[in-house]
T-cell receptor, first 114, second 116 residues
């Protein structure tokens, strides 16, 4: 099935550094979601974006819904060891044959060195 | 709010047996729930969409007779893996959105299935 192009695939950073990851698509979405998944757990919703151009923060996390509706980015500021995990972007189209379904990126594996 | 639970969290079964996995929305009602399968170090793969009061919609390549889905109420969907084989071993995760919403989905903690 269709997947979003998420990059980078992995990141190795030092504690305190800022992190940036993004997702792009060839088609538009009406909602962008960012999730974090710890090993052996289900994904946890971090930020939901519903409007093109929307910029939303959740603590040290900031995400934006691209103005073209084909991309989104997630920034993490001042990373800490507990930020380690896999981050997924997901797009939601809304109606049509894809009603209700989320399209996922491949994930970004984040490693934070103390 | 928006908590989704799954039971069991881990299950080990013998080849040929059936296993039922429950997905519950604890503090909201969900008309639609989704079932995913995830292989190690890979993204989530949608298996089927579970609709309360009607038949589930399966993704291409997913055997509906093998993965039986029942959405008996607005807070409960079940996935039954019938006649399980070792290749069915995987991490199964469900998701749900409040009410009729599907644009904001909350995931359960997942169920690790191991078929011997």
């Amino acid at each position: 099935g269709q997947q979003l192009n998420q990059s980078p695939q992995s990141m190795f950073i030092q504690e305190g550094e800022d992190v940036s990851m993004n997702c792009t698509s060839s088609s538009i979405f009406n909602t962008w979601l960012w999730y974090k998944q710890d090993p052996g757990e289900g994904p946890v919703l971090l930020i939901a974006l519903y409007k093109a151009g929307e910029l939303t923060s959740n603590g040290r996390l900031t995400a934006q819904f691209g103005i073209t509706r084909k991309d989104s980015f997630l920034n993490i500021s001042a990373s800490i060891p507990s930020d380690v995990g896999i981050y997924f972007c997901a797009g939601h189209l809304g109606g049509g044959t894809s009603y209700g379904k989320l399209t996922f990126g491949q994930g970004t594996i984040l490693t934070v060195h103390p | 709010g928006a908590v989704v639970s799954q039971h069991p969290s881990r299950v080990i079964c013998k080849s040929g047996t059936s296993v039922k996995i429950e997905c519950r929305s604890l503090d909201f009602q969900a008309t639609t729930m989704f079932w995913y399968r995830q292989f190690p170090k890979q993204s989530l793969m949608l298996m089927a969409t579970s609709n309360e009061g009607s038949k589930a919609t399966y993704e291409q390549g997913v055997e509906k007779d093998k993965f039986l889905i029942n959405h008996a109420s607005l807070t409960l969907s079940t996935l039954t893996v019938t006649s399980a084989h070792p290749e069915d071993s995987s991490f199964y995760i469900c998701s749900a959105g409040p009410g009729h919403r599907t644009d904001t989905q909350y995931f359960g903690p997942g169920t690790r299935l191991t078929v011997l």
